[in-house]
Structure formats: structure tokens, C-alpha cells
């Protein structure tokens, strides 16, 4: 159309320059303007025409289509994986309290180095209120063992940690418990300071509450701050 009316123009300042002899000419191509529009633009139609049935470029945009759906389903893919991990996270904290946090290893080494003092370091003696004990390190727990043996006693384990809202919530009545039940060994064991003996029980949120027999054979279990849950498992398997 441009082109159209650029000629248009130039043919029109020709006949300003010249005079009007040329009128037959102007006539001639006012005429034929219409056919000459209509040429160009089934010209325009074929090529484009032309270039849709293109084998070649066919395949290129198939693909291109190809690559960008993908990508959003990959996209997709991944925030419904992120979804679903995060409503998981939720649900297991609010049923089982707070999770335990994994530790991300040192890649320099330094910590990992002085980790053995650390662990040398603690002490090994047990505090004992009663029949509530409370371990600071793994190598206490042979200990309990020795002693519900000894006595033929039932044991209650509270795997509990320090930054645990939940945790700390119900160790008022723990204590209580442990004085109810007095026939029966009563330890709380910090997953952090004894994370050997957490994982020996497969310890994966806390608290998590755990009956053993006097040989430390698992009888039964109750995950999370459920006070109601504890008391009952608490007067099926243990003698007060």
C-alpha cells in the first residue's frame, strides 16, 4: 500500500511539472490501481502461504513449541514437588511436634576435627531425680540398661530437645508421670547430646515417647505432645 501511494505521489508531482499531456497516462493508472492492489496482495497471501506449508520451518516451530512446553511442565513439575514437601513439613509438625534438624556437613573439616574432644568432654555421669534420669551422652545409656535390668523395671524414654516448644510443653508432666509410676525407669534423652541413641531407635521428630522392656526391646510408641496418648500407653505398659 505504501509503495501504492509513493507512486501515486511522484506521479502526480510529474504531472505538476509538465503539464496535464499526460492526463490519458494519470487516467490509465487510476484504473489499473485497484488490479495493481489486488496483485500485491495475493502475492503477499501465497508467500505467506508459501512459508506455512514449508516443511522445514514447520519443524522448527514444532519444536520450538515442543521446548516451551516442557520447560512449563518441568516448571510445574517442580512447584507441585515444592507444594507437596512443604504441606508434608506442616502436617509432621503439627502431628509429631518439631522435626529434627539435619546437619549440614563441615567442608572444611574444623568442626568436624574438634568434634571428638566435644564429645569427650561431656560428662558421664547421669542426673537422676527419683526414677527420672536425665542422659548427656551416648555413653550413658548402658547404664539405664544395667540398672532396669537389675531391677526388672519397664522403661519410658522422652527423646526431647532444648529448642522443641512441644518438648518443653509436656516435660512438666513427664516429671509427673515418673512420680505416678514408680516401678518404672523413667530417662529423658536429649537428641542432640546423645544423637547415637536417638538414631539407634530411629528417632525422626520430636517428642517421641517410648516404652522398652528391662533388655531395651521397643513395646510401644506415641509420637508428639499428646498428653491423653502418653497417659493411656503409660497405664497399659507400666506399673505404678
Not at 511442565?73 to 513439613?89: C, I, M
Not at 513427664?174 to 531407635?201: N, S
Request: proline share 5%; charged share 25%.
Amino acid at each position: 500500500m505504501d509503495v501504492v501511494d509513493g507512486l501515486t505521489e511522484r506521479l502526480m508531482g510529474f504531472l505538476h511539472k509538465h503539464g496535464w499531456h499526460c492526463v490519458g497516462l494519470t487516467i490509465a493508472w487510476y484504473m489499473t490501481k485497484d488490479s495493481v492492489l489486488a496483485w500485491m496482495a495475493e502475492r503477499e497471501r501465497r508467500g505467506a502461504l508459501q512459508r506455512a506449508n514449508d516443511p522445514q520451518r514447520r519443524s522448527v516451530l514444532e519444536a520450538e513449541r515442543q521446548r516451551v512446553r516442557e520447560a512449563q511442565q518441568a516448571q510445574a513439575a517442580r512447584e507441585a514437588a515444592a507444594t507437596k514437601e512443604r504441606l508434608k513439613r506442616e502436617k509432621d509438625a503439627r502431628i509429631y511436634g518439631a522435626p529434627i534438624p539435619q546437619k549440614s556437613p563441615d567442608v572444611s573439616g574444623g568442626a568436624q576435627a574438634s568434634e571428638p574432644s566435644r564429645t569427650a568432654a561431656r560428662p558421664t555421669r547421669h542426673r537422676a531425680l527419683g526414677n527420672l534420669m536425665n542422659l548427656e551422652s551416648d555413653e550413658q545409656w548402658p547404664e539405664v540398661l544395667a540398672q532396669a535390668k537389675a531391677r526388672s523395671l519397664s522403661i519410658v524414654v522422652d527423646f526431647t530437645a532444648t529448642w522443641c516448644g512441644p518438648c518443653q510443653a509436656i516435660a512438666p508432666k513427664f516429671a509427673e508421670f515418673a512420680r505416678t509410676f514408680t516401678e518404672t525407669l523413667f530417662v529423658k534423652v536429649d537428641v542432640d547430646a546423645c544423637p547415637e541413641t536417638a538414631g539407634r531407635f530411629g528417632i525422626r521428630a520430636m517428642p517421641t515417647f517410648k516404652v522398652l522392656s528391662s533388655h531395651g526391646l521397643e513395646i510401644a510408641k506415641v509420637l508428639g505432645a499428646n498428653e491423653a496418648e502418653l497417659r493411656a500407653m503409660l497405664a497399659k505398659h507400666c506399673a505404678s
